[in-house]
């Protein structure tokens, strides 16, 4: 969703469990990316990195801990925590510990989550994600830009990017999105990406004392392969 997660799984539990919000795990199972448990082969693989991606004015790449400034900089900012599940305050050291627990999730196809950098400056600008269900072959697209880089369609171009590495490049035959409904802005985004509205789970979430509904967007192959096709 575009309520992005930056914080270790425990204190994220904990911050949740605090703020109202019930059976946490199990929400856990479904819309969050930090579950980075579990041992692999002992056998060894080649070394998969996460990607680097350019667009017209952007490049989408791994985040490294000199970003983390930035991101708590970015997260502190109420306006980001208001629509998001990001905790507020957010705290010395979780932005450290979100951007390590990447490569983990990557490693196990459990997620991928890149920074957005400004293609001329290398500002980074915000974060785009996909959380992948490899047994469904689907995966929930989140992002959010930080403050001064609103505004600019820098969301969508970077949603878009990693829409098509989605689809072309990890297979996948379907992407879906979600956002607050008291969140319209995200929904255009969600819209300009070819995504069809799909519905409303009303008061599906809590968020300290309010239960909040949520829009449902979603894309699948064939839709995006017929986009291309009209040149989109």
Known sequence: MTYDRLAPLDAQIQWLEAAGFQNVDCWYKHYSFAVFGGSRSAESEPEIQPPTIQTQRLTLRPFTLPDAPDVQRFASAREIADTTLIPHPYEDGMAQAWIKAHSAAFKEKKAITQAIA????????????????????????????????WGQGYCTEAAKALLQYGFEVLKLHRIHGAHFSRNPGSGRVMQKLGMQYEGCRRQHLRKGET??????????????????????
């Open 118 to 149: 400004l293609r001329e400056t290398g500002e980074l600008c915000g974060t785009v994600n996909l959380m992948i269900d490899a047994k469904q072959n689907n995966a929930e697209i989140g992002y959010w830009i930080g403050k001064p880089y």
């Open 211 to 232: 239960f909040e509904d949520i829009e449902q967007y979603g894309i699948l192959k064939s839709d995006w392969q017929q986009m291309i096709g009209q040149n989109y």
